[in-house]
Nanobody
């Protein structure tokens, strides 16, 4: 299972760190994806990291502002979010799938419960 945390209310331009704690599966063999869903919108993949080589992906909307990382010793994955914008407001989810990352949510096997990020203008 996955447990996401770290969401909250922040002013535009601020920063937050989301964390995803994994248990019950071999974290070493799983890629982690961070997704978000804003009200009235579809869930979108914004950042992913593969398990084997640490290859990363960022959606254009978050590139150069967000950084994904994983700690195999701690079974955690973080998403550092900087220069936050009101349009970043959404429920953020972490998810896990074997091996290589994907931006397609249907490919992910495990999902966290979601954590709300609200960015005020």
């Amino acid at each position: 299972q996955l447990q996401a945390s770290g969401g909250g209310l922040v002013q535009a331009g601020g920063s937050l760190r989301l964390s995803c704690a994994a248990s019950g599966f071999n974290f070493d063999d799983y890629a982690i994806g961070w997704f978000r869903q804003a009200p009235g919108k579809e869930r979108e993949g914004i950042s992913c990291i593969s398990s084997s080589d640490g290859d990363t992906y960022y959606a254009d909307s978050v590139k150069h502002r967000f950084t994904i990382s994983s700690d195999k010793a701690k079974y955690t994955a973080d998403l550092d979010m900087n220069i936050l914008r009101p349009e970043d407001t959404a429920v953020y989810y972490c998810a896990a799938k074997e091996n290589w990352y994907s931006t397609q949510n249907w490919e992910y096997e495990y999902w966290g419960q979601g954590t709300l990020v609200t960015v005020s203008s």
